[in-house]
C-alpha cells in the first residue's frame, strides 16, 4: 500500500462523522492526477470505460484486459485517493474460484487497492470469496449497468415498496458478505436514506439522493465531455467538450492558416553551424540523387 493511501477504517470512520466520500471514476494517469489535486477520496475505475473511452454503447463488452491496463494508468498515478477496480462483465459470474483470481489480478497486476462488482443474490458468494482472499469489495445495487437486458434498461430501481425493500434486504447481504462500502444507483431518495441509516457501512450514490455517506460521478459527465442527454442525476461542472472542440478547431486553423508554429515554437541554430551544414547539404543531396 502506498503512503499516505485512504484505508477503509478511515472510510468507515467517514461515514460515523457523518463526513461525506466524494467519489469519481478515473480511467487515465491525467484524470487521476487531477481528481487527486482536486481532493477527490475515492477512483474507481468504472466499466464505464466501455461507454466514454472505449466507444461501446454499454459496459457489457469491456474485457478484464482492458480494465487491467486502465487501471493501472490510475494506480500507478494515485498516491492517496482509494483506488477501485470495477469487475467487467463475465470476470466473476462464473464462480467463487474465477471471481477471486479476477479481482487478484486487479490487485497484483494492476494496482488496484479494492475491486468492485455488481448485483447481489449471486454475487454475495462471490463477495464472500473475494474478502476472504484478503480483498476489500464495494457492493453496487440498484441499476447495474451489467444487467441492462434483464433490468429493461437503463431505469430507476425500487420505485415499489416490494421492489424497493428488496434493495434494502440486498444492501444488507452485501454488507453481512464483506462489502466495505455499497454503491446504489437510481434509486429513490427515501429508499437510500433508509439503507444507509440501516447499514453500518458507507453508501456511495449515483442518482441516490443527498442522504448517501457519498456521492460518485462518471468523470466525462460532470466534465461535460459527454454530451447530449443525460441521466437526471448528472450535474455538469464545465463544459470541457465545447473547450476542447473549440481549442482543436483554432489549431487546425493555424496549421492551415501557417500561424502556427510560429517562431516562439521553433527551434534554431548557431549561424556559423547553419553555415557549415548548407554548404554540406548539397554535397548529401547530390549523393543521394546520383544513387
Ligand atoms: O462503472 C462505473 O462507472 C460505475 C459507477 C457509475 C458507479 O459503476
Known amino acids: 500500500m502506498k503512503p499516505g493511501k485512504l484505508t477503509l ?3 468507515a470512520a467517514m461515514k460515523s462523522r457523518g463526513e461525506k466520500i466524494v467519489m469519481v471514476t478515473a480511467y487515465d494517469a491525467p484524470g487521476a492526477r487531477l481528481a487527486e489535486e482536486a481532493g477527490i477520496d475515492i477512483l ?8 466514454v473511452v472505449l466507444g461501446h454503447e454499454g459496459t457489457v463488452p469491456v474485457t478484464m484486459d482492458e480494465m487491467l491496463f486502465l487501471t493501472r494508468t490510475v494506480a500507478r498515478t494515485a498516491e492517496r ?7 467487467p462483465f463475465g470476470s466473476y459470474h462464473v464462480s467463487d474460484e474465477q471471481a477471486v483470481s479476477n479481482a487478484i489480478r486487479f490487485v497484483k497486476e494492476a494496482g488496484a487497492d479494492v475491486v468492485k462488482l455488481e448485483g447481489a443474490g449471486p454475487s454475495l458468494s462471490r463477495v464472500r470469496a473475494i474478502v476472504s482472499a484478503g480483498i ?3 457492493g ?3 441499476l447495474t449497468p451489467q444487467s441492462e437486458t434483464i433490468l429493461g434498461g437503463f431505469k430507476t430501481q425500487g420505485r415499489t415498496a416490494t421492489k424497493a425493500r428488496r434493495l434494502l434486504a440486498d444492501a444488507l447481504s452485501l454488507e453481512a458478505a464483506g462489502c466495505f462500502a455499497v454503491v446504489l444507483e437510481a434509486v429513490p431518495e427515501p429508499v437510500a436514506a433508509r439503507i444507509t441509516e440501516a447499514l453500518t457501512v458507507p453508501t456511495i450514490g449515483i442518482g441516490a439522493g443527498s442522504a448517501c455517506d457519498g456521492q460518485v460521478l462518471v468523470y466525462h459527465d460532470l466534465l461535460g465531455l459527454t ?4 441521466p437526471r442525476f448528472v450535474k455538469r461542472y464545465a463544459s470541457l467538450a465545447d473547450e476542447i472542440r473549440s481549442a482543436l478547431k483554432t489549431y487546425a486553423d493555424e496549421v492551415r492558416t501557417g500561424v502556427y508554429p510560429a517562431e516562439e515554437h521553433t527551434y534554431s541554430m548557431p549561424d556559423e553551424e547553419l553555415e557549415v ?4 547539404a548539397e554535397g548529401v543531396e547530390h549523393a543521394h540523387r546520383d544513387g
Open 277 to 280: 551544414f548548407s554548404r554540406s
Open 136 to 138: 476489500g469489495v464495494m
Open 227 to 230: 454530451e447530449g442527454r443525460a
Open 81 to 87: 485517493p482509494l483506488v477501485v477496480g470495477d469487475m
Open 44 to 51: 474507481l475505475v468504472g466499466d464505464t470505460a466501455g461507454m
Open 140 to 142: 453496487h445495487v440498484g
Open 9 to 11: 477504517p478511515e472510510l
